[in-house]
Nanobody
Framework: QVHLVESGGGLVQPGGSLRLSCAAS????????MGWYRQAPGKQRELVAV???????NYADSVKGRFTISRDNAGNTVYLQMNSLKPEDTAVYYC????????????WGQGTQVTVSS
């Protein structure tokens, strides 16, 4: 079992920056992948960025060059640095984790709202 708690969302003007954090607890040593998804009103949840143990981060084309995903050395916190934010980045952002022994099961956080507006 893994429990995820996000923080860091809020209201920011276009061109601004935000940093999201997601702290994992529970079976953190079994986590293989951690990532961020987002869901805008009326749209499906979509992948933003994901990082796996020993792998290169993977980003949605829409955020490449603007967002950076990282994990702390202990492996139980994942961050999403978001720069040059655009109104179309407005969404609820969800932290996601997958375990090595069951990569088909998704653990989700409660979500944090990011609003980009002037």
């Amino acid at each position: 079992q893994v429990h995820l708690v996000e923080s860091g969302g809020g209201l920011v003007q276009p061109g601004g920056s935000l940093r999201l954090s997601c702290a994992a607890s529970g079976s953190i040593f079994s986590i293989n992948a951690m990532g961020w998804y987002r869901q805008a009103p009326g749209k499906q949840r979509e992948l933003v960025a994901v990082t796996t143990n020993g792998g290169r981060p993977n980003y949605a084309d829409s955020v490449k060059g603007r967002f950076t995903i990282s994990r702390d050395n202990a492996g139980n916190t994942v961050y999403l640095q978001m720069n040059s934010l655009k109104p179309e980045d407005t969404a609820v952002y969800y932290c996601n984790a997958k375990l090595l022994q069951d990569p088909s099961y998704d653990y989700w956080g409660q979500g944090t709202q990011v609003t980009v507006s002037s």
